[in-house]
């Protein structure tokens, strides 16, 4: 059916009675432990997704440099940098090169 929220094992009557309460006001209860796992997680996802490659690509990006100027500089074609472009969107759920500065700077 779908959790909308988490509790460890060990989280105690009263913390039930709280997750239970918030889950009536629509909330999403979650213990300490497993809120910093999840972090944690979103973290590193964010921080490891991208190749090097893509990596040097997003920087070069950022200085708002054209396609051809990156493709010139790293060496590539346009369509390769339009490749890694689309991927580099994909990774991080973005749509538009405003949106990715917005989330990656």
Not at 19 to 46: D, H
Not at 64 to 79: C, D, H, T
Request: proline residues 1%; charged residues 25%; without cysteine.
């Amino acid at each position: 059916a779908g959790a909308v929220g988490y509790l460890t094992k060990n989280s105690g009557k009263q913390k039930v009675l709280e997750a239970l309460q918030q889950l009536k006001m629509g909330g999403a209860p979650m213990s300490v432990n497993i809120a910093r796992m999840v972090v944690e997680s979103f973290q590193a996802k964010q921080n490891n997704q991208l190749s090097v490659r893509e990596n040097e690509v997003l920087n070069l990006l950022s200085k708002g440099k054209s396609y051809a100027s990156i493709a010139e500089e790293l060496f590539l074609s346009v369509n390769t940098i339009k490749t890694h472009v689309r991927n580099i969107y994909e990774k991080l759920q973005v749509s538009s090169r405003e949106e990715l500065m917005n989330k990656r700077f």
